[in-house]
C-alpha cells in the first residue's frame, strides 16, 4: 500500500463509487471467497518471486516471511497474519478495496494497522498492477512489519503524515516513504540488499534495482530525499541506500519541520539528478530510461 499524493489522485484513484460502508474504508477480505485461480495466482507469483530474493533480500525480509503464514499455496488469511504479527510488533492487517484516501490511510498506519488491498491481479496481468493488490500489499510490506524498527518508522510515518497534512508539505513526506518502505534499499554484508516492498514484490524490478548498470544507487539523506521525484509509472532511476533499518528509527525521533523549512527552499530534484555532495555507490549510466524515452518519442 502507498500514497500517491504526488498524483494527487489517491482519494480520486480510489472512486467514491468504491467507498465502502465504513468510515475507516476497511472491509472484510472475503478470505472464503476467494476462488481457486486466484489461489493459483498467488502461487504462481509467490514462486518465482520467492526464488528470486535469496542474496536479493534483506536478513529482516527473509527472516519475517519465514515466522509468518505466508505459503505458496493460498492467499494468506489477514487474521492469522495479524496474530503472529500483533505478538512480534503490535500490527494487524485490515483489508481494503484498493487505493484510500491519504488520511486514511495516515489514520490506519497511526495505530498500527497496515491497509492492504484484498483483491489479486488478473493472471494475465502478472507484471502490471493499477493499485496495490494483495500480493504487493502481504507479500511486499507484512514481513518488514515483523521488524520492530519498521513497524515504529510505520507508525511514525502515519502520525507524520496527518501532521505534513496540515503543514502543506505531503509531497515531501510521501517521497521519503516512497524511497524506504516502497523502493529502498540497505547496506547489508558486503554488498546492497532490498527492504522496500515495491521491489521486492516485482519480478523485474527486484532484478533491475540490484543488478542494472541503469539507476543510481546513492546513500540515502533526508532532506535530499524530500526534495527528489520519484517515478510511479516505471523503475525508479534512483534508488537511496540506508546504513541499515535502525537509521529508519533514527528518523522517528527528530522533529521534520525543519527539514521540510530546508526541502521546500531547495530546487527539486528529478529522478535521475546526482549533486556533486551526494555519497554514490553507483552512479547509473541511465541506459534503461533513455531507451524508453526513445522508445516514446517514436
Ligand atoms: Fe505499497
Request: net charge negative; with cysteine.
Amino acid at each position: 500500500m502507498e500514497a500517491l499524493t504526488d498524483k494527487a489522485l489517491h482519494g480520486l484513484a480510489a472512486g467514491e463509487a468504491a467507498r465502502p460502508e465504513n468510515p475507516d474504508w476497511t472491509i472484510d477480505q472475503g478470505w472464503d471467497r476467494y476462488t481457486e485461480a486466484e489461489h493459483a495466482t498467488w502461487k504462481t507469483l509467490f514462486e518465482r518471486q520467492t526464488r528470486l530474493l535469496p542474496g536479493r533480500a534483506c536478513d529482516e525480509f527473509v527472516q519475517g516471511m519465514r515466522d509468518l503464514p505466508i505459503g505458496a499455496d493460498r492467499i494468506p488469511d489477514f487474521r492469522e497474519l495479524s496474530d503472529v504479527l500483533m505478538k512480534r510488533t503490535g500490527w494487524q492487517v485490515v483489508a481494503v478495496p484498493g487505493l484510500v484516501p491519504d488520511d486514511v490511510f495516515f489514520e490506519h498506519l497511526a495505530n498500527r494497522r497496515f491497509p492492504s488491498g484484498n483483491f489479486i491481479r488478473r493472471p494475465q496481468e502478472l507484471d502490471y498492477l493499477e493499485e496495490p493488490d494483495v500480493f504487493h500489499d502481504v507479500f511486499g510490506h507484512v514481513p518488514m512489519l515483523m521488524s520492530p524498527a519498521i513497524a515504529d518508522f510505520i507508525q511514525a510515518y502515519g502520525q507524520g503524515g496527518l501532521r505534513a497534512q496540515q503543514l502543506g508539505c505531503l509531497p515531501q513526506l510521501a517521497r521519503v516513504y516512497w524511497y524506504t518502505v516502497e523502493f529502498g534499499l540497505l547496506q547489508q554484508g558486503d554488498g546492497l540488499r532490498l527492504y522496500g516492498a515495491g521491489i521486492a514484490s516485482s519480478y523485474t524490478e527486484s532484478q533491475f534495482c540490484l543488478e542494472s548498470p541503469s539507476p543510481n544507487r546513492i546513500r540515502f539523506d533526508l532532506e535530499r530525499v524530500m526534495r527528489t521525484h520519484y517515478r510511479i509509472d516505471d523503475f525508479q532511476e534512483s534508488y537511496f541506500v540506508i546504513r541499515d533499518l535502525d537509521e529508519l528509527l533514527d528518523f522517528t525521533r527528530i522533529d521534520f519541520a525543519p527539514l521540510y523549512d530546508a526541502a521546500l527552499r531547495g530546487p527539486e530534484l528529478q529522478p535521475g539528478d546526482v549533486l556533486a555532495q551526494d555519497r554514490v555507490f553507483h552512479r547509473g549510466d541511465g541506459s534503461y530510461h533513455r531507451q524508453q524515452r526513445q522508445r516514446n518519442a517514436a
